[in-house]
């Protein structure tokens, strides 16, 4: 057990981002509801407002909010409880994110910022949603500042020693997030805030966009990473076996430290203000970055087989059978990364140049993220959640919730297959992407997306109201564990923290050397941004000034 003061932290976390997860999913709802026609909105509520809620509430909020959850229980039971500074600082970071949620939450529900997840310029929010945001993201600084904090405590109490496998992981999944939220912040409090409140007339578009993205796609590593200290840390110690390399694991993690951040213009490659040189780089930094992901997969498998033989497994696949499927905690975190091989493959298509020019802003892409964040993390978070609520609160996980737990996987898993499958193969057809509407005046292109099965507006509608089923079922799930059910007396009934060893011995030392890995970060950012971003800020003759707000709700 953690102490109690970091368990409430952590339950704090935990508990604020499902209740984010609660509405977000209850607006992804409404939005297949609207999108077939099957629902009116009330005057003061629209599609985009909604839709805004859905990403902000889901791919912003639930994912933060439980990443610190669970990274401070690790944290706490991997390197000793937290000291009260430390503590305090993770509780100035809870408040502050928490203001700003709610001031996000506020301004979309007004009306005034129905600008989508992304807030691309030049809609133009009120001023008080990007306050919001800058609060937000200071906020992390502060939480995720004092995660470093303890690891600095604990380091100085072991000088030389390599740091336990979580809290090096940890360590480098928050160090990346700082490094890539200096775009989001430099854009919001330098371009957004003085346009939004009026103190300058134009916005620098293609610059606030780039800056943007230099953040939002290691933004999507911020949400995996975690998942993946997880599937490094926690799945070996299910399946009776031992994390299959530490010194692999912590390389992939430096490589994510490394790729994740001079990519994001592959998010951008139909954006005019961008030669193709520079696009080109970032595309080819990007397979860079795919390949901790497939140094994961390669671990994964390894940690099967070699957990499978040693219980007696033979031939290629035995291992499969010697899983132990009927642990919710396992098969959860299974079926998980069994939808990012579809989900990753999906992203090196996105991100093959050509290629983009088929998908970008289609409904391909929606699915894509429904396979990426949307099942491979937010899954994984479930699979999480259904011990460390539990563990946090001191109470037994029961048969009964455990059978809840695998209904609320499969249900999952059948509505993700059906809502993403028929996004992928309608944004190929040329669906487009963040509308209100599906027919598209009635285009007789648009009317073939309701024929058939799969390439059907209505199998979209069908998955997501089968997720928000089984959304409805894990927010019983959470809501049992922190409240009904029963306390653990023995030890024996004590839900444990499941962490695999990993033996550190000849883990080469230099991959704990921070400097090096973040300079090397620096250098490579540097190299891919800094001509093409110098470039969108110088004001040449020809160049356009920048863009007036558009309010287009
Ligand atoms: Fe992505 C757009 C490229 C990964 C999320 N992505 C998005 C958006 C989101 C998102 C939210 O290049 C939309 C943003 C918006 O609103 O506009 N993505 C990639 C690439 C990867 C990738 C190359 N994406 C993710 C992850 C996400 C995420 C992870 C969230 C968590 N993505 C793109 C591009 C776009 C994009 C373009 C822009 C498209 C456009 O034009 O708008 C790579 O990281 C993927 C590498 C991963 C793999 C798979 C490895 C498999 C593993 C599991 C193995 C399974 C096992 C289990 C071991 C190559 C590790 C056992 C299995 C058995 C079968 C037994």
Redesign the pocket.
């Given at each position: 057990m953690i102490t109690k003061k970091d368990s409430r932290l952590a339950l704090t976390n935990i508990v604020t981002a499902y209740i984010a997860f609660l509405i977000g999913t209850f607006c992804g709802l409404l939005q297949v509801f609207i999108r077939n026609n099957a629902l009116e909105l009330p005057a003061w509520l629209d599609y985009y407002q909604v839709l805004t809620a859905h990403?902000v509430l889901l791919?912003l909020v639930f994912t933060t909010y439980f990443i610190f959850g669970f990274l401070v229980t690790g944290m706490s039971k991997t390197l000793g409880g937290f000291g009260s500074k430390v503590r305090f600082f993770s509780w100035v970071g809870y408040l502050v994110m928490t203001i700003g949620t709610l001031l996000a939450v506020v301004m979309i529900l007004s009306g005034k910022a129905s600008v989508l997840?992304?807030f691309y310029a030049p809609l133009k929010a009120s001023g008080w949603f990007y306050v919001a945001l800058a609060l937000f993201v200071v906020g992390t600084w502060f939480s995720g500042g004092s995660l470093i904090g303890h690891y600095l405590v604990w380091k100085g109490q072991n000088k030389g020693k390599l740091s336990p496998l979580f809290a090096f992981m940890t360590i480098t999944t928050i160090v990346l997030w700082i490094i890539a939220s200096l775009g989001v912040a430099a854009t919001v409090l330098f371009q957004f805030i003085p346009w939004a409140f009026g103190w300058v007339d134009t916005i620098n578009v293609e610059l606030s966009r780039s800056l943007f993205w230099y953040f939002?796609?290691p933004l999507?590593?911020f949400?995996?990473l975690p998942a993946y200290i997880a599937w490094y840390t926690i799945v070996p110690k299910m399946i009776g076996g031992k994390v299959f390399s530490d010194s692999l694991a912590r390389l992939s993690f430096i490589l994510f430290l490394l790729f994740s951040i001079p990519v994001g213009f592959?998010?951008q490659?139909?954006e005019p203000g961008i030669s193709s040189f520079w696009k080109f780089l970032q595309?080819i930094l990007?397979f860079m970055?795919?390949i901790p992901?497939?140094m994961?997969?390669f671990s994964?498998?390894a940690t099967?087989e070699t957990a499978g033989r040693k219980k007696g497994a033979t031939g290629l696949f035995g291992w499969?059978f010697k899983l132990p499927w009927k642990d919710v905690r396992f098969t959860a975190l299974?079926i998980a990364?069994?939808f990012?091989?579809p989900?990753?493959?999906?992203?090196?298509i996105?991100?093959s140049f050509s290629l983009?020019e088929v998908?970008?802003?289609t409904l391909w892409?929606v699915g894509?993220?429904h396979i990426?964040?949307g099942t491979?993390?937010a899954m994984t978070f479930f699979g999480l959640t259904f011990w460390l609520i539990p563990y946090l609160t001191g109470r037994k996980l029961t048969k009964a919730i455990q059978k809840l737990a695998f209904i609320q996987i499969i249900t999952w898993s059948i509505g993700m297959t059906l809502m993403s499958t028929a996004m992928h193969i309608l944004g190929l057809l040329g669906a487009p992407r963040r509308t209100a509407y599906t027919d598209y005046a009635n285009h007789p292109a648009a009317l073939e997306w309701f024929n058939g099965f799969l390439t059907n507006h209505v199998t979209v509608a069908v998955g997501g109201s089968i997720l928000f089923l089984s959304a409805m079922i894990l927010i019983l799930i959470v809501l049992q564990s922190l409240f009904t059910l029963p306390k653990a007396e023995s030890n024996t009934e004590f839900v444990e923290f499941p962490l695999a060893e990993s033996d550190i011995e000849n883990t080469p030392k230099i991959l704990e050397n921070w400097w090096l890995w973040i300079g090397i970060a620096l250098l490579l950012i540097a190299i891919a941004y800094s001509i093409p971003l110098g470039a969108m800020m110088q004001h040449h003759h020809h160049m356009p000034t920048g863009s007036k707000g558009f309010i287009t709700w």
């Amino acid at each position: 057990m953690i102490t109690k003061k970091d368990s409430r932290l952590a339950l704090t976390n935990i508990v604020t981002a499902y209740i984010a997860f609660l509405i977000g999913t209850f607006c992804g709802l409404l939005q297949v509801f609207i999108r077939n026609n099957a629902l009116e909105l009330p005057a003061w509520l629209d599609y985009y407002q909604v839709l805004t809620a859905h990403g902000v509430l889901l791919a912003l909020v639930f994912t933060t909010y439980f990443i610190f959850g669970f990274l401070v229980t690790g944290m706490s039971k991997t390197l000793g409880g937290f000291g009260s500074k430390v503590r305090f600082f993770s509780w100035v970071g809870y408040l502050v994110m928490t203001i700003g949620t709610l001031l996000a939450v506020v301004m979309i529900l007004s009306g005034k910022a129905s600008v989508l997840y992304t807030f691309y310029a030049p809609l133009k929010a009120s001023g008080w949603f990007y306050v919001a945001l800058a609060l937000f993201v200071v906020g992390t600084w502060f939480s995720g500042g004092s995660l470093i904090g303890h690891y600095l405590v604990w380091k100085g109490q072991n000088k030389g020693k390599l740091s336990p496998l979580f809290a090096f992981m940890t360590i480098t999944t928050i160090v990346l997030w700082i490094i890539a939220s200096l775009g989001v912040a430099a854009t919001v409090l330098f371009q957004f805030i003085p346009w939004a409140f009026g103190w300058v007339d134009t916005i620098n578009v293609e610059l606030s966009r780039s800056l943007f993205w230099y953040f939002g796609h290691p933004l999507v590593y911020f949400w995996l990473l975690p998942a993946y200290i997880a599937w490094y840390t926690i799945v070996p110690k299910m399946i009776g076996g031992k994390v299959f390399s530490d010194s692999l694991a912590r390389l992939s993690f430096i490589l994510f430290l490394l790729f994740s951040i001079p990519v994001g213009f592959h998010h951008q490659l139909q954006e005019p203000g961008i030669s193709s040189f520079w696009k080109f780089l970032q595309t080819i930094l990007t397979f860079m970055v795919i390949i901790p992901s497939l140094m994961t997969a390669f671990s994964m498998f390894a940690t099967f087989e070699t957990a499978g033989r040693k219980k007696g497994a033979t031939g290629l696949f035995g291992w499969f059978f010697k899983l132990p499927w009927k642990d919710v905690r396992f098969t959860a975190l299974f079926i998980a990364m069994f939808f990012f091989i579809p989900g990753g493959a999906g992203g090196i298509i996105n991100a093959s140049f050509s290629l983009n020019e088929v998908i970008h802003n289609t409904l391909w892409v929606v699915g894509h993220f429904h396979i990426t964040v949307g099942t491979p993390v937010a899954m994984t978070f479930f699979g999480l959640t259904f011990w460390l609520i539990p563990y946090l609160t001191g109470r037994k996980l029961t048969k009964a919730i455990q059978k809840l737990a695998f209904i609320q996987i499969i249900t999952w898993s059948i509505g993700m297959t059906l809502m993403s499958t028929a996004m992928h193969i309608l944004g190929l057809l040329g669906a487009p992407r963040r509308t209100a509407y599906t027919d598209y005046a009635n285009h007789p292109a648009a009317l073939e997306w309701f024929n058939g099965f799969l390439t059907n507006h209505v199998t979209v509608a069908v998955g997501g109201s089968i997720l928000f089923l089984s959304a409805m079922i894990l927010i019983l799930i959470v809501l049992q564990s922190l409240f009904t059910l029963p306390k653990a007396e023995s030890n024996t009934e004590f839900v444990e923290f499941p962490l695999a060893e990993s033996d550190i011995e000849n883990t080469p030392k230099i991959l704990e050397n921070w400097w090096l890995w973040i300079g090397i970060a620096l250098l490579l950012i540097a190299i891919a941004y800094s001509i093409p971003l110098g470039a969108m800020m110088q004001h040449h003759h020809h160049m356009p000034t920048g863009s007036k707000g558009f309010i287009t709700w």
